[in-house]
Every structure is written in structure tokens, then in C-alpha cells.
């Protein structure tokens, strides 16, 4: 009789999952909501822009107008590079004991000509570590200008998805879509050309948001 009330009652929760199928059953226990840690790089950090105009502010604020109960942490630091975020990463999980980690790294390393396979070996190592400390990985991508080089630029934006696939972590091709690629491009980004305006950080969010949602199910 208790075994039938308890499918029952779990029956009812499943049916009342709302349209992001978050229900109860879902979630963290109470008192043990996702702890979602990013750590990127300027990209990430609001680089020239007013707090909390990042997308990474603006998915905390989706979480909550979602009723997720998730805490984000953005570790983020401008002009990180995959090692720098590979010596950072130990004393974070230790500290914030993230469920989720979202890797945003990697842009730096082209920018400063750093040898490929030293960024996609601090990648793998970073995933490897977030997953031995019990955390699911998001893997953000980027892409290089077409004027590194065709070589370069096909090599450097395959480490992403051969990370993602030899640590079955979930991957965001290209953080920047319809930002850097877009018919707009000119005006979506600071007076660097690097850096995104605040404008262009929601479609930043609409790119990393889809695998968010699929990762805190």
C-alpha cells in the first residue's frame, strides 16, 4: 500500500512538470539547489559593460523568472586563458562545490598564439576535474577571424566538440553566433571589435541557454 501511494504521488509530480519539464522530481533535493560555476574569460566577465548586462547575469535572471532554484557563481576573469582557468579550477570546485560548470575558455589562447594542443589538453583536464567532483559539463566554443588562417581556424574550432565528445559533456559550438557571423556584426560589438556590446549579450544567451536547460533536467 505505501509502495502504490508513493508511485502515485510521484505520478501526480511528473504531470505537473511545467513546459521546461523541471518538476519537483527533477530537482535537487530542498535545500540542495544547482550550483551552476562558470568560469570563462573576459566574454563572460562584462568586459566594458555595466554589471549585469552579461549574459551570464542575464541567465541567472532567466533561471529565476523560471522558478529554477539554481545559484550561479561566474568566475570568470578577463584575459583568462585555458591554463590560467586550469590552475583556478581546483580551489573553485573545492570552494563552491558546483553540480554544473560551464567552461568558457580558450578565445585568449588564439589571441596569444598559444599552441593548440596545450589548450585542448587544459580543456580535457578542466572537464575531467569538474566531473570527478561530481559537476555535469557545458563546453563553450568559439571561433577564431577567418584571417588566422584556414588551417588554423578549422583546427582551433574542432578542440571544442573533441573535448566535448571524449568526456560525453555537452558543447556550444560558438558562443558569438548571429553576434560575430551575423548581417549586423559591425554593431553588435565594442570599439575593439573584440568584446560584445551589451546588446549583443541576450543572443549570446540564446545560444548557451538551450544546453543549460538540458543539463539542469
Known sequence: MIRRHFILRA????????????????????????????VGDSLSAEYGLKRGDGWVALMEKR???????AKVVNASISGDTTSGGRARLPALLAQHKPTH?????????ALRGLPLASTEDNLMQMVKASQAAGAKVLVVGIQVPPNYGTDYTRRF?????????????????????????GPDAASMFQADRIHPLAIA?????????????KLLR
Open 11 to 38: 505520478a501526480l509530480a511528473l504531470s505537473a512538470a511545467g513546459p521546461w519539464g523541471l518538476s519537483a522530481l527533477a530537482q535537487p533535493a530542498p535545500g540542495k539547489a544547482p550550483v551552476i560555476l562558470v
Open 63 to 69: 533561471l529565476a523568472d523560471q522558478k529554477i532554484a
Open 157 to 181: 574550432g574542432e578542440i571544442f566538440a573533441r573535448v566535448g565528445k571524449a568526456t560525453q559533456s555537452d558543447v556550444v559550438p560558438f558562443l558569438l553566433k548571429n553576434v560575430a557571423d
Open 101 to 109: 560548470v560551464i567552461l568558457e575558455l580558450g578565445a585568449n589562447d
Open 201 to 213: 549579450h541576450p543572443r549570446i544567451l540564446e545560444n548557451v541557454w538551450p544546453a543549460v536547460r
